[in-house]
C-alpha cells in the first residue's frame, strides 16, 4: 500500500535536546511538507521540498532544519533553538509543483519538558 | 495573498441533522479547493476538492460547491453520523507558473455529533 509514514507516534524530549521526526513516503511524490499544529489550531507551515536537495522555509522555520537527501525522506530536526516545541507535526507530500492535493502521515506528538 | 476563512467551532449537532459549515476564501486567479478531515489523534485526510468555477465535490455524503462569485467552498451534509464527529479543514492551493503548490489552511472547524 502506498502512503506516508511517520515514526515515532509520541516522543518526548528533555528541553535543550534536538530531537528528528522522521517521515518516509513510497508514492512517488516529488514535493513534501511539514506543518506543525497546535491544540485547537490550524496548521502552520514549517519547511517544504519541491525536488531532491533543495528544500525551502515556510512560515515558521525558526528552530527547526530539514534535510532531503532522498525523494522518499524528509526528516525534521527540531532543535534546542525551538522556543516552543510541544506540538503535532504533520508531513505530507504531494505530486508535484501544482494545485494538487497533499497527502498527509499520521503525525509524531512531540513532547518537550 | 492567500486566505482562508472557517467558522469557528464547535458545532454541535443531534445526529440526522442537516451540517453547513462555512469557509470563504482569498486568492488571486482560480484557486483549487479542497475539505480536509482530521479523526482525533490522526493526520489529515482528504475528503473532496473541486478545481474549478461551479464544480461540486462530493465524497461520503459531503458535499462542497466552488462559488467564485462569492469565494465560498461551504460543506454540507445532509444528514450527520457520530462517525463524523472529527475537525473539518477548507484549504486553497494556488494556480499559475511559480505558484508553487503550497495549501493554505483555514483554522479548522470541530464537529461533534451527539447520538
Known amino acids: 500500500d502506498g502512503g506516508i509514514t511517520q515514526s515515532p507516534k509520541y516522543l518526548f524530549r528533555k528541553e535543550g535536546q534536538n530531537v528528528t521526526l522522521s517521515c518516509e513516503q513510497n508514492l512517488n511524490h516529488d514535493a513534501m511538507y511539514w506543518y506543525r499544529q497546535d491544540p485547537g489550531q490550524g496548521l502552520r507551515l514549517i519547511y517544504y521540498s519541491q525536488i531532491v536537495n533543495d528544500f525551502q522555509k515556510g512560515d515558521i522555520a525558526e528552530g527547526y532544519s530539514v534535510s532531503r537527501e532522498k525523494k522518499e525522506s524528509f526528516p525534521l530536526t527540531v532543535t534546542s533553538a525551538q522556543k516552543n516545541p510541544t506540538a503535532f507535526y504533520l508531513c505530507a507530500s504531494s505530486i508535484g509543483v501544482g494545485p494538487y492535493e497533499q497527502y498527509f502521515g499520521p503525525g509524531t506528538r512531540l513532547t518537550v519538558t | 495573498g492567500n486566505s482562508v476563512t472557517q467558522m469557528e467551532g464547535p458545532v454541535t449537532l443531534s445526529e440526522e441533522a442537516f451540517l453547513t459549515i462555512n469557509c470563504t476564501y482569498t486568492?488571486?486567479?482560480?484557486?483549487?479547493l479542497f475539505w480536509y478531515v482530521q479523526y482525533p489523534g490522526e493526520g489529515l485526510q482528504l475528503l473532496l476538492k473541486?478545481?474549478?468555477?461551479?464544480d461540486k465535490g462530493s465524497n461520503k455524503g459531503f458535499e462542497a460547491t466552488y462559488r467564485k462569485e462569492t469565494t465560498s467552498f461551504h460543506l454540507e451534509k445532509g444528514s450527520v453520523q457520530v462517525s463524523d464527529s472529527a475537525v473539518y479543514f477548507c484549504?486553497?492551493?494556488?494556480?499559475?507558473?511559480?505558484?508553487?503548490?503550497?495549501?493554505?489552511f483555514g483554522g479548522g472547524t470541530r464537529l461533534m455529533v451527539k447520538p
Open positions: 486568492a488571486t486567479g482560480y484557486p483549487s
Open positions: 484549504a486553497l492551493s494556488p494556480r499559475g507558473h511559480n505558484a508553487g503548490n503550497m495549501l493554505t
Open positions: 473541486a478545481t474549478k468555477a461551479d
